[in-house]
C-alpha cells in the first residue's frame, strides 16, 4: 500500500497544537474570568476536565512530531542520497541529528502536557525551558539545511519564508528568558504575548513542511516471515508460493 496523503501529517499536526491552545484559552480565559485577549497561556489553573483534554491534545501533537521529524530525514535521504547520488557525508548526519532532537523536544513537549500539576512544577518549568529550546534548535536546523542543500526541495521563497519565521521566535524566546523571572522589566501581558508568538512561530513552521511533502509518498511497513531452515541453523525467507499462500489465508 502507498501512502500519497502524507503532506496531511503537518496539517494535522496544526489542527492538534492550535486545539491544545484553544482548550487552555477555554477552560483557563472563559471559565477562569481570565483576560481575553491574551489569555494566560502558560497558567495551570484550569478544571481538571481541561488539563486532561489539553495532555492529551498536546500527546497528539507531540506523536506527529516525531513522525514529521523522521519523515523529513528520510525524505531527504531519498532525495539527495537515492535520486541525485550524493555521497553519505556531513549532510546526512546533520539530518539525522536533527531528526533526533525533533524526537527530544517531543519527548519533552510530553512531559510539560502531563505535569501540569503544581507539585510537579519544577518538571514542568525545566521541561518548558528544554523543550522550547530543542525546539528553536529544530527549526534553526532545519532552515539551515533546507536552505545549504542544493538543488533545494522548495523554492527560496519558502526558505526566506522560514527563516523569517524562526528569527521572529528566537527573538520572542530570548526576550521571554530575560525577563519571566523580573517583574519589574515586563508586565505579565507581554510575557504572555511572547509565548504566544514562540508557540505560533513554532507550529506555523512545522505545518510549512507540508510544500516538500505534497510531491512525496511512502510505502507502508513490509513484512517479511521467517523460518529455521531444516539443514542448518541459519535463518531462511519463506518461500514466494508460501508467503503467496499466507497472504490468501489472510484475506
Not at 478544571?47 to 491534545?57: K, N, P, R
Not at 527560496?156 to 523580573?182: G, H, Q, S
Amino acid at each position: 500500500m502507498v501512502l500519497t496523503k502524507i503532506w496531511l501529517i503537518p496539517i494535522f499536526y496544526g489542527l492538534c497544537a492550535i486545539s491544545a491552545t484553544a482548550t487552555k484559552y477555554f477552560f483557563v480565559s472563559l471559565l477562569k474570568s481570565y483576560p481575553h485577549i491574551l489569555p494566560f497561556l502558560a497558567s495551570r489553573d484550569a478544571s481538571l476536565f481541561g488539563e486532561c483534554v489539553f495532555a492529551h491534545l498536546v500527546s497528539y501533537s507531540a506523536f506527529l512530531l516525531m513522525l514529521i521529524a523522521y519523515i523529513r530525514h528520510r525524505q531527504t535521504v531519498e532525495y539527495y542520497a537515492h535520486r541525485l547520488g550524493w555521497e553519505n557525508s556531513a549532510w546526512r548526519v546533520m539530518s539525522t541529528v536533527i531528526a533526533g532532537i525533533g524526537f527530544f523536544a517531543a519527548l519533552c513537549i510530553t512531559v510539560i502536557a502531563h505535569c501540569e500539576d503544581p507539585e510537579l512544577s519544577i518538571v514542568h518549568d525545566w521541561a518548558d525551558t528544554i523543550a522550547f529550546s530543542s525546539g528553536l534548535l529544530y527549526a534553526w536546523s532545519q532552515a539551515v539545511l533546507t536552505w545549504a542543500l542544493v538543488p533545494r526541495m522548495c523554492t527560496l521563497r519558502v526558505c526566506i519564508f522560514r527563516f523569517t519565521i524562526v528569527l521572529i521566535e528566537t527573538v520572542a524566546f530570548v526576550f521571554y528568558r530575560f525577563v519571566k523571572d523580573d517583574k519589574n522589566l515586563s508586565p505579565a501581558w507581554l510575557l504572555e504575548a511572547s509565548l504566544w508568538i514562540i508557540a505560533i512561530c513554532f507550529h506555523v513552521f512545522i505545518i510549512t513542511f507540508f510544500i516538500e511533502l505534497r510531491f512525496s509518498y511512502l510505502h507502508s511497513p513490509k513484512v517479511v516471515f521467517v523460518r529455521a531452515a531444516a539443514e542448518n541453523s541459519d535463518r531462511a525467507p519463506i518461500l514466494r508460493d508460501e508467503e503467496d499462500h499466507l497472504n490468501n489465508n489472510l484475506h
